[in-house]
């Protein structure tokens, strides 16, 4: 014989009681990653991430983080006994989340340096390190520069000064001022040793007889491939344009930042190769028809010889064009044709960002687009 299974009907006012207990999420702060390249400026490739130890503090301290497309969003809730729990704060809290990025194609279309090295990109709210504007933008300048860009190191490592030091007194602090590694050397020394097993990640600035001399980043084992790090420190003694609290010490409605990525400028070069042996194309001219706005002017054609030996006509814009993920440029060649000179008119095909750029040191930023046209 079975036995019958018998549920516990719920109250409705113990229903009504869970849901009063439930906490309650405002919106605390919201990071938009913004790009020129793509349409409305919705950035697609960029991935923000919490650290190990931010998701630790965010539910020490009832914030909740989400995504909406590729903003941040940071929430925080009320407490049984009521109000946020950050307004219990006794010292400033750090917030930092790793920036990834997802198509290798990134700096193609991104206006910064086509560099690879030991740095990471950092960006935060401290309101030291950027220059105060309306946007609350967490970059230095409105729109993302190698200025945003920092050294990495691991927690030991040397750093060799300019000239030798005689009796250098060395120290290491993080952003809020707390000191990581002192060393008073005697004598002149050419460099100094740096032992910070402890420290955790984040920015950090080697001071020289009490001046700052370097600026760099600590990063932890385990963060190949990350490509930046956004830091937020939420702190009630900040009163710069960046902070989270009033004069009375209550949290201000949603604060919101963004990272403006710049496209790429490029100059760009097209090479004009004809199939026939007779070679009917002459007086080649490129001109923009104008649809997409400013037009774009062109220098001069001229004949040069290609690397495969090939004789081309080299025509290249007078100055750069970004790149779009929706190119709405729309170049043309006029050349006369033929003995009679007849007037002919061909598209010319833009460039892709997703293509192996060219490099040539005699160019702005060492490297252009270079397309070859068949005709």
């Known amino acids: 014989m079975k036995r019958r299974k018998f549920s516990r009907r719920r109250?409705?006012?113990?229903?009504?009681?869970?849901?009063n207990i439930q906490t309650r999420y405002n919106q605390l702060l919201n990071i938009a990653i913004l790009h020129d390249?793509?349409?409305?400026?919705?950035?697609?490739?960029?991935v923000l991430s919490p650290t190990s130890d931010t998701v630790f503090r965010l539910k020490q301290t009832q914030l909740k983080t989400a995504f909406?497309?590729?903003?941040?969003?940071?929430?925080?809730?009320?407490?049984?006994?009521?109000?946020?729990a950050l307004e219990s704060l006794e010292k400033p809290l750090k917030l930092s989340f790793w920036m990834k990025v997802e198509d290798a194609f990134f700096l193609n279309y991104?206006?910064?340096?086509?560099?690879?090295?030991?740095?990471i990109y950092h960006f935060t709210n401290r309101a030291e390190d950027k220059i105060e504007d309306e946007e609350g933008n967490l970059s230095n300048d409105e729109l993302v520069s190698e200025m945003d860009r920092l050294p990495l190191e691991g927690p030991v490592f040397r750093y060799e000064f300019d000239?030798?030091?005689e009796d250098a007194e060395i120290e290491v602090v993080d952003e809020l001022g707390q000191s990581y590694f002192f060393l008073e050397q005697e004598g002149e020394n050419a460099h100094v040793d740096v032992v910070m097993p402890d420290a955790p990640a984040g920015k950090y600035i080697l001071q020289l007889?009490?001046?700052?001399?370097?600026?760099?980043?600590?990063?932890?084992?385990?963060?190949?491939?990350?490509?930046?790090?956004?830091?937020?420190?939420?702190?009630?003694?900040?009163?710069?344009?960046?902070?989270?609290?009033?004069?009375?010490?209550?949290?201000?409605?949603?604060?919101?930042?963004?990272?403006?990525?710049?496209?790429?400028?490029?100059?760009?070069?097209?090479?004009?190769v004809e199939m026939t042996e007779d070679k009917q194309h002459k007086g080649h001219e490129a001109y923009d028809n104008g649809r997409a706005g400013e037009?774009?002017?062109?220098?001069?054609?001229?004949?040069?010889?290609?690397?495969?030996?090939?004789?081309?006509?080299?025509?290249?814009?007078?100055?750069?064009?970004?790149?779009?993920?929706?190119?709405l440029s729309r170049f043309k060649l006029r050349t006369k044709r033929g003995k009679n000179g007849i007037e002919w008119?061909?598209?010319?095909?833009?460039?892709?960002?997703?293509?192996?750029l060219k490099t040539d040191f005699n160019v702005e930023d060492g490297v252009f687009s270079e397309i070859i046209v068949y005709l």
């Open 209 to 272: 007889d009490g001046l700052e001399e370097y600026t760099f980043y600590l990063a932890p084992e385990g963060t190949a491939g990350i490509w930046g790090v956004v830091d937020i420190y939420i702190d009630k003694e900040d009163d710069s344009p960046y902070r989270f609290f009033d004069e009375q010490g209550k949290l201000l409605p949603k604060r919101e930042y963004n990272i403006h990525f710049p496209a790429r400028a490029l100059p760009w070069h097209y090479y004009i």
């Open 163 to 165: 000239d030798e030091e």
């Open 345 to 356: 008119i061909t598209d010319l095909p833009n460039h892709s960002a997703k293509s192996i």
């Open 68 to 84: 909406e497309g590729n903003n941040l969003l940071i929430g925080y809730g009320e407490t049984v006994s009521g109000g946020p």
């Open 37 to 46: 390249y793509f349409d409305e400026q919705i950035c697609k490739d960029v």
């Open 11 to 19: 109250n409705p006012m113990e229903h009504h009681m869970l849901l």
């Open 295 to 327: 037009t774009v002017d062109f220098e001069e054609a001229e004949e040069v010889l290609m690397p495969s030996g090939e004789l081309a006509v080299l025509v290249k814009t007078s100055e750069p064009v970004p790149f779009k993920e929706k190119q």
């Open 110 to 119: 991104t206006g910064l340096p086509y560099e690879f090295g030991d740095y």
